[in-house]
């Protein structure tokens, strides 16, 4: 695949900055009213759209007992805006794509069909698998072409998602709609009483936030410097949702699959709720809060209960983005949406409570580790380097444990996501790090001028000519050049050239 050149955007532009000056202060001057300091203006949104729930992916069992799933991305349309079509693409359908769901142990393999006008790629966010597998830019897959990678299971139940990665074009195909949430699951966790029936009371709730154009077609053209930010929140592709909820304690499972946007996310009643997972799987103990906030592709399971006949309406109240207020004022810092009103019937069933231990969590260990590596996020480069495919930037040796000292520089927020692992955070600004970050992750927001210190374990796939990726998890960002490579390598193994030509099995229907 040609690379394509970006120019370099190391700041926004004059007019960009003086244009979104303008629309904030619109927006603040219409403003309604907010519990929070004036001026917040909270788009209240009517509640008259049931939650669509993605279905379940179902896999075709093969002769060895492995599973086979399809997946086939596509154009189509969806009214969000009434009597307006809207054109998307899909993944088995008009917008976004089905839960793909295994257990720990299982073989999959995804045979994922492109039958979009433009190369993209699929990539298993969050997935600990060989670089081969993880869809990233060097597994591209044409017009046409069917890219079927195959891996064991190996990692604890998590919610992951699944989203294309094709170098410089990854924030339009999210932006369209292809996206999908991606459950594992495991023993340990199947044996806590935790709600876990999926649609009931396990509910994926995927969360981003588009700008329609008159015509009703995505408009994409306005770049703020974190990027796109719409004005009209979708979750699961519902606009104005409610979900209807016949059981006392519900699970949800949050996925920012926006492109920029970061969500600060609570109930308008103030009530608490339990925090049981991050990024990689479930926390040691729930953690009882009244706030989440999830940058671009982090997630968090929470479970909150309800009492017969409540509603509960599910909001962003405004990010802490830790940044100076003009530059929170263009990057979405002022914001605040309703996002989804629960509603329980006059009846609902008696959940068990949520237990008070949830996993075993090997402790963070930075003693083991054997090297520190350093980096630096300005502009739209890392260490002052633009992504490059040609280019490896890091070389990391199978079964070792590295401390990753990550930091930005930038006056403007940034995050951090590394690809084939879920790692730890041992601190942040030289302290113990945040409940919400003392959990597997693999995706970190990062506020300007916070130095945040990763452990990574580097365990099971060394392949000296695949690489993996780490990047800014703001789509427009990675894009632009935000993302860098490294390899795995066995002890001894030399690394190679990343394959220019992918090794993939493309077939053509
Ligand atoms: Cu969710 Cu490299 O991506
Ligand atoms: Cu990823
Ligand atoms: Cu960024």
Redesign the pocket.
Known sequence: MKQRHHPSLSSPTRREVLGLLALGAAAVAVGGCDDQAPPSPVRSVRFKQRLWIPPEARPRVDASGGWEFNLTARTGQREFVPGKATQTWGINGDYLGPTLRAPRGQQITINVRNLLPETTTM?W?GAHLPAAADG?PHQPIDPGATWSPTWQINQPAATLWY?P?PHGHSEMHVYRGLAGMFIIDDEDEATLPLPRTYGVDDIPVIIQDKRFGPDGQLDGSDHTPVGLLGDTILVNGTVGPYFHATTELIRLRLLNASTARVYNLGFTDGRRFSVIGTDGGLLSAPHPTDRVQLAP?ERAEIVVRLASGEKAVLRSYRPELGTIPGMALISGGLDAFDVLQLRAGSSSRRSTAVPRRLSDRSPVDAGSAVATRTFFLAGRQINGKQMDLERIDEVVTLDTTEIWDVINLDAQPHSF?V?GLQFRVADVAEAQPPPLLDGRKDTVFLPPGVPVRLILHFADYADPARPF?Y?C?MLFHEDHGMMGQFLVVAPGQQPGQPADVPSNHEHHH
């Open positions: 990539h966010h990233g989203h990665h592709g996501h690809h990726m990047h998890h």
